[in-house]
């Protein structure tokens, strides 16, 4: 190209681009489908008249009150009191009645800190009355709690309708070989109950039991079924006795869900059994200052505290926490809370936690408390089998023998058994297993002859 010609280049038109839109007519109509699926579309079964949409008015407000009601009942399911208090009384009641039933000789531990709140009349009822020469035992259990003197003047009233045990459930963390205080109760002071942590009563209970077998010539076993309040030691009383973890322990109540059978030796088994609340009005506090209910699950303790001050002298309040002059229960617990640092948003006093902390202290025996044994103004009710169950188990020569009874204490031991035949019956023994050598065999002869 020329020279000339480039010049005059810039006076052609220049190709031009054209820009055309797209055509929008496929995207509004998908568009327009995907809305008119994706649209709320009414149901085809809303009514069409007035009296079918007050029909319909009234089947929701029926299924509205339904689902209210439903809430309301699990709501109260999930409360731990009717956890641990109906199934005590509903629940756990088949698996008492399976106790009572299966066995010879019943024992009902009582708390000795307060053992006519412990008692239930039905279970001792069903006893005296079932018809099959059942026997009953009160065994006094945790009387390290209470003075001495309390404890006397208890054994004395209870003697006169039952046959009675004092006892103490060992405490002791090894899972086997758990150890018994060598003393009888004359001997025992306060002190030595309270600073051991082994078993005391063990031996004088044992030795009731191997009484009952003789006199009633019993060759096979003597099935003896342990009942009695949420947490009064159950189950820390059979294990004293196997010397042996056998049964769950702990502080919480309702721990033991189902009856447990514990081959004590070859005459003797024990069923263990949950612990039953039987009546339906019992008071709420009450159960709380027993521990048949987990104190985490109270909504209001206020009413439980003032049960508890009632029960306690004002002076030994003051003493344990170190705290001034109180008005009432609330006050209490709103300086207890300001000393114990529990304050919420704002320095609020957290007094929900301070009768937590204060509950956990009465539970643990840090408060101590006890009851004295009324006047008696009634009488022994079915007082020809009380008498029966006296002779049955012949308690007073056991307990003008305890001296002597202890002096043979070394007797008892653990055995390694593989098979006992003794004529009448064979059993498999456990491995660690009580059983009464022949030493003490003699010394349990002579005690209850």
Not at 204 to 231: A, F
Not at 295 to 307: F, G, M, S
Request: net charge negative; glycine share 4%.
């Amino acid at each position: 190209m020329s020279k000339d010609s480039r010049k005059h280049s810039d006076n052609k038109k220049k190709n031009s681009i054209s820009i055309k839109a797209p055509k929008l007519d496929s995207f509004k109509n998908d568009s327009l489908q995907t809305n008119k699926s994706t649209k709320i579309q009414p149901p085809e079964d809303r009514p069409k008249t007035l009296e079918a949409m007050m029909q319909d008015i009234e089947r929701r407000q029926h299924v509205y009150e339904q689902e209210q009601v439903s809430s309301n009942e699990e709501d109260c399911n999930s409360c731990e009191y009717a956890d641990g208090y109906e199934k005590s009384r509903k629940t756990f009641y088949r698996e008492f009645k399976k106790v009572i039933d299966a066995s010879d000789i019943i024992i009902e531990v009582l708390d000795a800190r307060d053992p006519l709140g412990c008692r239930c009349p039905q279970v001792e009822e069903a006893v005296l009355t079932s018809g099959k020469n059942k026997k009953l035992i009160l065994l006094l259990n945790k009387i390290d709690l209470i003075p001495r003197n309390n404890l006397d003047q208890w054994l004395k009233y209870l003697r006169n309708e039952f046959p009675t045990v004092a006892f103490r459930a060992s405490t002791q963390n090894q899972r086997d070989r758990l150890g018994y205080v060598k003393a009888s109760l004359k001997s025992c002071d306060e002190q030595r109950l309270r600073s051991s942590n082994k078993c005391f009563g063990a031996m004088t209970l044992m030795n009731l039991l191997s009484n009952y077998c003789r006199k009633n010539d019993i060759k096979t076993s003597v099935t003896v079924g342990v009942v009695g309040y949420p947490n009064v030691g159950k189950s820390s009383v059979i294990n004293s006795l196997k010397r042996s973890q056998a049964c769950e322990t702990g502080s919480m109540p309702g721990l033991t869900k189902q009856m447990q059978t514990i081959k004590l030796d070859k005459l003797i088994k024990l069923f263990d059994s949950p612990g039953i609340v039987m009546s339906k009005d019992a008071n709420l506090s009450a159960l709380v200052l027993r521990n048949c209910v987990r104190i985490e699950t109270i909504e209001d303790p206020l009413p439980v505290i003032e049960l508890l001050l009632q029960r306690c002298t004002k002076e030994q309040i003051l003493l344990q926490y170190n705290l001034d002059d109180f008005a009432d229960a609330n006050d209490f617990l709103m300086k207890f809370a300001v000393k114990l640092g529990a304050l919420k948003k704002g320095g609020v006093p957290d007094t929900h936690k301070a009768a937590q902390r204060v509950l956990s202290d009465w539970t643990n025996g840090k408060l101590t408390y006890f009851t004295e044994p009324p006047e008696r103004t009634q009488e022994i009710i079915h007082t020809e089998l009380v008498t029966q169950m006296k002779e049955a188990f012949d308690i007073d020569a056991l307990i003008d023998n305890t001296d002597e009874e202890y002096d043979d204490f070394e007797s008892i031991e653990y055995e390694q058994k593989e098979a006992v035949n003794d004529g009448c019956s064979s059993h498999t023994e456990d491995s660690n297993e009580l059983t009464v050598s022949q030493n003490s065999s003699s010394t349990l002869e002579k005690l209850v002859s």
